[in-house]
């Protein structure tokens, strides 16, 4: 694996791990438009960022950059410190704000390939509201196997995000979380996959605060979650791989 002290300088990565970078850009690049698609951002806040495979880098959106503007090419290269790795693609700007969280994340979480923050509507109800969403849906159960938790208050700029978020998902099946008084993470095997959870923990949010409005929802049996969980994870499709943990 290329460690943080071989990441300098940029003209020395090997080819392969250059190429690699290069692809994560254009994934990482083209997630953005799908958040943009399922109306979980405005302006531009929210972000995508991908693990580099293999290496100690990731790759996030620049920071203050409106969605339309976003290249393959400008996308920030960082190592699991969460520094911009100098000289490359990008480097001259402010990587997210969000930076420091995705790069804790990417620590402690090894298994994690992507992570993505949005400020989706109806999840950002209920981070305000400081209340987990509770499984009452199958699609809930498919998805996240059980509820999706609530994580800490944390200031955004440092770690604080990134602490909360594996503190509060560990040993959880769930691949969303929602930070109090701000909004929904979530994480995936990679970029796409966070992305995809990210599209879903604002569907359910909706379903389920929609559910609250005609009184109390009913909770699935945790055998009935187990199944079904299992079942999406490891049977639907064309080519399923198995859940995150």
Not at 18 to 28: D, K, L, N, Q, T
Request: glycine share 10%; net charge negative.
């Amino acid at each position: 694996m290329t460690t943080a002290k071989e990441n300098l300088p940029v003209d020395s990565i090997p080819a392969d791990v250059a190429e690699s970078i290069s692809r994560v850009r254009v994934e990482v690049c083209a997630l953005h438009a799908e958040l943009v698609r399922y109306n979980l951002v405005v302006w531009t806040g929210g972000n995508v960022s991908g693990r580099v495979p293999g290496t100690d880098y990731f790759v996030i959106k620049p920071s203050g950059v409106i969605y339309d503007d976003l290249a393959p090419e400008n996308m920030i290269l960082c190592t699991l410190d969460g520094e911009v790795v100098p000289g490359s693609l990008g480097s001259k700007r402010a990587p997210s704000s969000d930076t420091a969280a995705h790069a804790y994340v990417y620590r402690h979480m090894p298994e994690v390939g992507g992570v993505v923050h949005t400020h989706s509507p109806y999840a950002v109800a209920w981070a305000a509201h400081g209340e987990p969403i509770p499984c009452v849906t199958t699609a809930m159960a498919d998805e996240f196997g059980g509820e999706i938790p609530v994580g800490p208050f944390a200031i955004i700029g440092d770690d604080s995000i990134g602490r909360g978020i594996v503190e509060t998902l560990a040993g959880h099946r769930s691949r969303a979380v929602l930070m109090k008084n701000h909004g929904p993470f979530t994480i995936g095997k990679d970029a796409r996959d966070a992305v995809k959870a990210a599209v879903m923990v604002e569907d359910v949010a909706r379903s389920v605060l929609f559910s609250r409005q005609l009184g109390n929802p009913h909770p699935i049996a945790p055998e009935a979650v187990d199944s079904l969980f299992h079942r999406y994870q490891n049977v639907y499709g064309q080519d399923p791989a198995g859940a995150l943990n």
